[in-house]
């Protein structure tokens, strides 16, 4: 007949690292203190330790060698034009680097013109006027309703509001008087000329009724 033995437990079992409390079974694998061990047989507070309990598997390592200390810096950054690959230079040492970078560019965007709709959704959308830089010494202005015009220094300036809604114009009369010219139809009650060296704000509506302000 067959007999049946009881062999008990016969493969490791690994157990992480050491726990005073735990209980721990022959066979089992621990580590303490960077080495390795094996219990012998089952034990619970017995600090791994050559003898009756714990055999040594492995022991720690050597401590290395330091390693060299290093720096990292960004060089110069530049832009390539579009479908240029982009590139990283170390231009400085292995243990000492500085990388330089080119990157590539976006692709070119269409160009688009404001039309008079899309400056009135514009105001509407931001709840004050469309604001228009105007450059140069003698502007030409032909009004777009809800725009507020912003010039520098001129010495003429040309204003022709539209026929419906409000326009703002902003100027500086500088050491020479500037010279500004508007439709006939505009009335200006308030109008008292220009003067040297100050700036001024001519708010027109409707083509017709229009306030002047100014300032040092």
Do not use: H
């Given at each position: 007949?067959?007999?049946?033995k009881?062999?008990?437990?016969?493969?490791?079992?690994?157990?992480?690292?050491?726990t005073?409390?735990?209980?721990?079974?022959?066979?089992?694998?621990?580590?303490?203190?960077?080495?390795?061990?094996?219990?012998?047989?089952?034990?619970?507070?017995v600090?791994p330790?050559?003898?009756?309990y714990?055999?040594?598997?492995?022991?720690?390592?050597?401590?290395?060698t330091a390693?060299?200390?290093?720096?990292?810096?960004?060089?110069?950054v530049?832009?390539?034009?579009?479908?240029?690959?982009?590139?990283?230079t170390?231009?400085?040492t292995?243990?000492?680097?500085?990388f330089?970078?080119?990157l590539?560019t976006g692709?070119?965007?269409?160009?688009?013109?404001?039309?008079e709709?899309?400056?009135?959704?514009?105001?509407?959308?931001v709840g004050?006027?469309?604001?228009e830089?105007?450059?140069?010494?003698d502007?030409?202005?032909?009004?777009?309703?809800?725009?507020?015009?912003?010039?520098?220094?001129?010495?003429?300036i040309?204003?022709?509001p539209?026929?419906?809604?409000?326009?703002?114009?902003?100027?500086?009369s500088?050491?020479?008087?500037?010279?500004?010219?508007?439709?006939p139809?505009v009335?200006?009650?308030?109008?008292y000329g220009?003067?040297?060296?100050r700036?001024?704000?001519?708010?027109?509506?409707?083509g017709?009724?229009?306030?002047?302000?100014?300032?040092?």
């Open positions: 007949m067959a007999q049946t009881n062999l008990g437990k016969v493969s490791v079992t690994p157990r992480g690292t050491y005073a409390g735990t209980s721990y079974e022959r066979l089992d694998i621990v580590t303490y203190q960077g080495g390795s061990w094996i219990a012998l047989q089952n034990s619970t507070n600090t330790a050559a003898g009756a714990w055999a040594q598997i492995a022991a720690k390592g050597d401590t290395g390693g060299q200390s290093c720096t990292v810096a960004i060089g110069t530049t832009s390539v034009p579009y479908g240029t690959p982009s590139s990283v170390n231009v400085g292995q243990n000492d680097a500085v330089d970078m080119s590539q692709p070119q965007g269409d160009d688009y013109v404001l039309t709709q899309d400056k009135t959704d514009i105001s509407i959308l004050d006027m469309f604001v830089n105007v450059v140069g010494t502007p030409v202005i032909t009004g777009v309703a809800n725009t507020r015009y912003i010039c520098g220094e001129v010495a003429t040309s204003i022709t539209p026929a419906k809604g409000v326009i703002d114009v902003i100027f500086t500088g050491s020479t008087v500037a010279v500004v010219t508007l439709p139809t009335k200006m009650p308030d109008w220009i003067t040297t060296n700036t001024y704000e001519i708010n027109i509506s409707d017709v009724y229009g306030v002047v302000t100014s300032w040092a």
